[in-house]
């Protein structure tokens, strides 16, 4: 692809308000790719509810209030179209089909990079929070931190692979879960929660008990879920106590920002038992519900926290979605609707996930 091709300017969607529930297109200069770096022509852009913490700041955990202007997203797709100098060496090639993800680049050398859990980088950029993100028609990016996307999978549908369904993946193996073993997921509806469904009942044979609002039980189902229990059913641990011959599952994973389903949790787990902590609850930080170190101990449970995974989990997760186990649950929608995709994801009107068409 001859660089001519390239505009000068692009469109991109900003967070004109941050604070509030917002977003505005505008019309951006595109970049020059620096050294080591790959300037790619995004087609499609997921958008997670970690968008929406980081739009609205609700976040009490960030350090610093989101800018204005500021390009979020961090699930995008699209081809390479020039290469900065040095950036040959990581092996892309132009038009190769790449993804960006939530970490938009690592610095390789610091203790968590060093132990393979580049997901939480020490001097990492996150995409869409201070480094321009997905939500952009082209984008610059570290070329060794990119990951190709496989033949034949679709654009669109790998989109949301690259937080969404690497996150889970990569929760699903720490929770120590094996094959045959009960687990619950919370928030099993959401853009994470239907593709866990799918990748622990089909990628690592576990017994899924999906856990939503009643409105979400056929997508819960129909993405491997042996049992629903609808939120407006009565008392959930009751139930999962039940299903499970009193004892509970092996592992909780909380993929709700919901504070409500991290008080739930704990009580949901067996001896051994393990609560993963993935959804970021907005407004005060409060604590996990019943999660007393006398009960962990008697009952030899723990609580972990996962944030994304790493650059192998990304590529496994992938190859997942290419080998045709999982199949996101999406619509697509242009740029121009995505304060009103938010809107409906605050509201908690979303079935699945939403990608936008960048084209």
């Known amino acids: 692809?001859?660089?001519?091709?390239?505009?000068?300017?692009?469109?991109?969607?900003?967070?004109?308000?941050?604070?509030?529930?917002?977003?505005?297109?505008?019309?951006?200069?595109?970049?020059?790719?620096?050294?080591?770096?790959?300037?790619?022509?995004?087609?499609?852009?997921?958008?997670?509810?970690?968008?929406?913490?980081?739009?609205?700041?609700?976040?009490?955990?960030?350090?610093?209030?989101?800018?204005?202007?500021?390009v979020g997203g961090h699930e995008g797709v699209g081809k390479v179209v020039k290469l900065g100098p040095g950036a040959e060496a990581s092996g892309i090639k132009v038009d190769d089909r790449v993804g960006i993800k939530w970490m938009a680049g690592i610095c390789g050398s610091c203790p968590p990079c060093l132990e393979g859990r580049d997901g939480v980088c020490a001097n990492g950029k996150i995409s869409g929070y201070y480094t321009p993100g997905t939500f952009q028609q082209y984008v610059l990016s570290p070329a060794n931190y990119v990951t190709r996307i496989p033949d034949g999978l679709d654009s669109a549908a790998a989109a949301p692979m690259l937080c969404a369904g690497v996150t889970v993946y990569s929760a699903l193996r720490k929770?120590?879960?094996?094959?045959?073993?009960?687990?619950?997921?919370?928030?099993?509806?959401?853009?994470?929660?239907?593709?866990?469904?799918?990748?622990?009942?089909?990628?690592?044979?576990?017994?899924?008990?999906?856990?939503?609002?009643?409105?979400?039980?056929?997508?819960?189902?129909?993405?491997?879920?042996?049992?629903?229990?609808?939120?407006?059913?009565?008392?959930?641990?009751?139930?999962?106590?039940?299903?499970?011959?009193?004892?509970?599952?092996?592992?909780?994973?909380?993929?709700?920002?919901?504070?409500?389903?991290?008080?739930?949790?704990?009580?949901?787990?067996?001896?051994?038992?393990?609560?993963v902590c993935v959804g970021i609850p907005e407004g005060d930080m409060v604590p996990i519900g019943t999660a007393f170190p006398q009960l962990l101990v008697a009952k030899e449970q723990s609580i972990i926290g996962v944030a994304v995974g790493n650059r192998k989990d990304a590529i496994e997760t992938l190859d997942l979605a290419a080998r045709g186990l999982v199949k996101v649950h999406y619509r697509t929608e242009k740029m121009e609707k995505l304060t009103e995709v938010f809107q409906e994801m605050h509201e908690g009107k979303l079935h699945g996930r939403v990608v936008l068409d960048l084209q």
């Open 1 to 70: 692809m001859a660089d001519v091709q390239i505009p000068k300017t692009y469109k991109a969607a900003v967070y004109d308000a941050p604070g509030s529930i917002s977003t505005a297109v505008k019309e951006l200069e595109t970049p020059e790719p620096g050294p080591g770096e790959v300037l790619v022509n995004l087609t499609h852009s997921g958008v997670c509810h970690s968008d929406l913490g980081v739009m609205t700041c609700s976040w009490r955990g960030l350090p610093f209030p989101t800018p204005k202007g500021q």
């Open 175 to 275: 929770s120590g879960a094996q094959s045959g073993q009960w687990i619950a997921l919370l928030g099993a509806g959401g853009g994470l929660g239907h593709i866990a469904a799918q990748i622990a009942s089909k990628g690592m044979a576990l017994r899924v008990i999906g856990i939503d609002a009643d409105s979400k039980k056929q997508l819960v189902l129909d993405s491997g879920a042996e049992h629903f229990i609808g939120l407006g059913e009565g008392d959930v641990v009751a139930k999962v106590l039940e299903l499970t011959g009193g004892l509970g599952v092996q592992a909780a994973l909380v993929l709700t920002a919901a504070n409500a389903a991290y008080a739930s949790a704990p009580r949901l787990i067996k001896f051994g038992g393990c609560v």
